[in-house]
């Protein structure tokens, strides 16, 4: 990015709002931590799901302020919080969106109870401090602080804290979507999927997720005489099992860009090392890419995956007695597809791979994610890449998810989601730190530099001109 262009970038939201006021940020920071912690409090853990307490708590802080909200919900012990501030329609609204839900929790293996939001260290312990309550929380702040700066709107900025992420969207925004997207349209939408990489305490760059890989369930079963285990068959299905589970498993589908993962490799390889940069710039090189490949599936499985719709055998289920040889065994595939993969043919190529018409393959029952992604040429990206530049001074590369988020269905439906995060040290996963950890954390100076970064994204997306 040229000095004159990141300039202009971080002057957008400042000259929006230099004629506005600015919010007392000692107090907000004070308020967000109570209200973090509150949230990180609540049991909402999913399954079972009950997002119902944080749901009212949301209500009533909103309410208190003045905003509209209400509670949408097809189970009433799992609502999702809707509230809305009204521009002046001269521009589409914008959804700013995360979940209340989180991963369950063995919590013998936390050092700190899992729903304490411990303060220690100058971090925050708790199951969902990354994944979602961090969203949640400056999503919140930026409402309230909206309303109380009586900031003038060019565009609706609709909150929206969703139920059953974590695996019952049918509660959460699969309900939105089909029974209440007038409600949530917008042009644009801010969510989870990102964050702000930090090595050594350092910020290296800042991820924004822009489209994600579409998760199916590929089931292969194989059948074979059933038999005596003392007479070794050669139609044992359990072998012949393996050898397709082992096919699929060497096999590498194509390998295939989009508009978000060759921006992200071109990007990367301008902030790293010569031997990393070849091979990010090899990527992109059709003549070039395959030994980068290999290297990235030994080295940087992450960067594999971006790179094919992909496959990982992780279920076996074969046999039910040491001497008796069955006759049929069957395995379950996470196939992650890119978002513009066609299926059925794709299905061909698995069963080309395996080559034993004794094997069978079909897709089985997934909570699966429709296709969409969000482009790069837009004023939100812009406002993001503005905002990523005024307050953590490093590039934006947009990003491919190699998991779901709910933003998938936003985008099928035509709405721009931007996955966005705080910083996060990158050695935080490896350490048990992680979101879906036993040790989920998070800074908290990062969690207030997070707020800030949202609402200048917010303010430059929404708010009137001045």
Not at 22 to 46: I, K, M
Not at 115 to 137: E, P
Not at 439 to 454: A, G, K, T
């Amino acid at each position: 990015m040229s000095g004159l262009v990141a300039l202009l970038l971080s002057l957008g939201s400042s000259a929006v709002w230099a004629q506005l006021g600015e919010p007392d940020w000692n107090a907000v920071e004070e308020e967000t931590l109570r209200h973090f912690r509150t949230l990180l409090q609540f049991d909402t853990s999913d399954p079972p799901g009950r997002e119902l307490p944080a749901a009212q708590y949301l209500e009533e802080v909103l309410s208190e302020a003045g905003i509209a909200v209400q509670l949408l919900a097809n189970n009433p012990e799992r609502p999702n919080v809707l509230a809305r501030l009204e521009g002046d329609g001269s521009k589409e609204p914008l959804l700013i969106m995360a979940h209340t839900d989180v991963v369950n929790v063995d919590p013998e293996k936390w050092i700190f109870p899992p729903f304490s939001a411990t303060v220690d260290g100058g971090y925050v312990y708790g199951r969902g401090a990354v994944d979602d309550k961090d969203n949640l929380a400056a999503a919140l702040m930026v409402m309230l602080e909206l309303k109380r700066q009586n900031v003038p709107l060019a565009r609706d900025v609709i909150f929206l804290a969703e139920s059953g992420e974590e695996g019952a969207t049918e509660v959460g925004i699969e309900f939105l979507v089909n029974e209440h997207f007038e409600q949530i349209e917008a042009e644009f939408c801010l969510a989870e999927g990102g964050s702000v990489a930090r090595v050594n305490r350092e910020v290296q760059y800042a991820g924004v997720q822009t489209v994600e890989k579409i998760p199916y369930r590929v089931e292969l079963v194989a059948t074979g005489v059933a038999g005596h285990g003392s007479v070794p068959l050669q139609t044992n299905s359990v072998v012949r099992l393996a050898r397709a589970v082992a096919a699929v498993a060497d096999w590498r589908s194509p390998i295939r860009l989009n508009e978000t993962t060759a921006t992200y490799f071109e990007r990367l390889a301008t902030i790293s090392p010569p031997d990393a940069a070849e091979r990010y710039r090899d990527v992109l090189d059709p003549g070039r890419a395959s030994e980068a490949d290999a290297y990235f599936l030994a080295n940087e499985p992450r960067h594999a995956s971006m790179l094919r719709s992909s496959l990982s055998p992780n279920i076996f289920d074969a046999g039910y007695r040491i001497n008796v040889i069955p006759s049929e065994s069957s395995a379950s595939v996470d196939f992650r597809a890119l978002p513009d993969e066609n299926i059925p043919q794709f299905l061909d190529e698995i069963r080309r791979v395996i080559d034993d018409p004794a094997v069978a393959v079909s897709l089985g029952n997934r909570n699966t994610r429709p296709p969409g992604q969000a482009s790069l040429n837009t004023d939100a990206f812009r406002a993001i890449e503005a905002g990523v530049n005024q307050h953590y001074g490093v590039i934006t590369l947009p990003t491919m998810s190699t998991g779901a988020t709910d933003m998938a269905y936003l985008r099928n439906r035509g709405i721009q989601c931007y996955g966005i995060g705080p910083a996060i040290d990158r050695e935080d996963a490896a350490l048990g730190f992680g979101a879906h950890s036993d040790q989920e954390r998070i800074l908290i100076s990062e969690l207030h530099r997070f707020v800030r970064f949202n609402w200048d994204v917010v303010i430059d997306l929404a708010a009137k001109a001045q």
